[in-house]
């Protein structure tokens, strides 16, 4: 089947004694032996739960991956995954990357032994000079966030082949409706399912994937160890926001395009970051290995005045730190998301003071552009630019 009636029919097969077509929540933290050395598969919730168990079989599907894990968050996720790493290893990760990663790796895995450097994962060069003896692995984002640099995963997954380190993609902004890295090479793919997955701003979680029987064990293993499990509940709602998902991110890309191209064109705006527009640097790989775009992207503005004027007057969109759902939401990464990240490394990649990111709903494309270029003008006559 096509992933639209894949992602329409979640669970929908998996309740034969009532045919129920919305998965059952089972809110049962343990479960009936029917004697001893006999289990019905179930046996302590924090390691299998029936709802659960649908929602991680339909993401390992969706990647095209062995086995899916579901967590308690994006970060928990990220976690879980950097738990296979050891005291002394090195990982190599992309330059621009979600703050509460740099904050992971930097303040917590650190004090564990485990290191990590920052680089343009698309420059094999650049990756290859700085891999270390001891380099374990490379996570990486793309499109990354908020820059939306892009990297070329099936190049750079056969390059961390050769040197047997393991292959981490973070493939939340895309989703596996555009974009599916275990096809392209990787070994693992995490999501903040909190985003586009679930759709709706309304549950927090995470989602892992696997490739291979023994990675999918290891894991297994760390997941069920660590704890940092989704609970049913918010299985099921994560479960009901992907059915569909396909609808939304087509509108999601349909609109952030007509938006991205306004603004491209606007006189207080300096650079526009979305890899539809032809104008990207990473624009052809990403069309080669995607399917679609995001809803997601960042903007520079001429003069950092016009930040606070613009997200005190904006309406429709909210100023609120997240992505991914329904409604329009404008964030302000060097305060906001990236506020983490030291000042000097954010500068020097680019997330300065005058960049603004915006995660497109599904209103109407008309209605947004009017609202950001009110907000815009507004700024602007009350700064006497």
């Known amino acids: 089947m096509k992933i639209e009636s894949r992602l329409a029919q979640i669970g929908s097969l998996s309740e034969p004694a009532t045919g129920a077509l919305s998965f059952p929540v089972y809110q049962s933290t343990c479960y009936r032996h029917p004697e001893l050395g006999k289990s019905t598969g179930f046996d302590y919730t924090r390691t ?42 090195h990982l190599l990760v992309s330059l621009d990357l979600y703050g509460g990663t740099y904050r992971l790796l930097e303040r917590v895995m650190s004090r564990f032994g485990v290191t990590a450097t920052y680089v343009d994962t698309n420059d094999l060069d650049a990756l290859e000079a700085n891999r270390l003896p001891h380099t374990k692995g490379i996570v990486i984002e793309t499109p990354t966030n908020p820059l939306m640099m892009i990297t070329d995963i099936e190049r750079v997954c056969s ?52 490739k291979g029987k023994e990675l999918s064990e290891q894991v297994g293993f760390l997941h ?22 396909a609808l939304r991110m087509e509108r999601h890309q349909y609109n952030a395009t007509a938006i991205a191209k306004f603004l491209d064109q606007h006189r207080w705006i300096e650079e526009v970051y979305y890899p539809a527009l032809p104008s990207h640097p990473g624009h052809e790989i990403q069309n080669r290995q995607s399917s679609g775009n995001t809803g997601i992207f960042s903007f520079r503005l001429k003069d950092a005045r016009l930040v606070a004027p613009i997200l005190r007057h904006i309406q429709l969109i909210a100023f609120a730190e997240s992505l991914g759902g329904v409604e329009s939401l404008m964030t302000y990464p060097a305060v906001q998301t990236h506020a983490d990240i030291p000042e000097e490394i954010r500068r020097r990649i680019g997330v300065d003071d005058r960049l603004l990111r915006f995660s497109v709903g599904i209103e109407h494309a ?16 009350q700064l006497g630019l």
């Not at 047997?164 to 890295?181: A, E, H, K, W, Y």
């Not at 069920?224 to 998902?245: E, I």
């Open 366 to 381: 008309d209605d947004l552009i009017a609202d950001l270029a009110n907000a815009i003008e507004t700024g602007v006559q």
């Open 224 to 245: 069920n160890s660590l704890g940092a499990v989704l609970g049913p509940q918010d299985s099921w709602l994560l479960m009901r926001g992907m059915k569909t998902l």
């Open 159 to 210: 390059w961390a082949r050769q040197h047997g380190l393991l292959s981490i993609v973070d493939n939340t902004l895309l989703t596996p409706f555009f974009q599916r890295p275990i096809e392209l090479g990787a070994d693992i793919v995490v999501h903040s399912a909190t985003k586009y997955l679930g759709g709706h701003n309304d549950v927090l979680a995470g989602l892992i994937v696997t």
């Open 48 to 89: 299998k739960n029936p709802t659960r168990t649908v929602l991680e079989e339909a993401i390992a599907q969706l990647e095209g991956g062995d086995a899916g894990f579901a967590s308690s968050s994006g970060m928990a996720s990220l976690q879980t995954v950097f738990a296979l790493f050891s005291q002394g290893d």
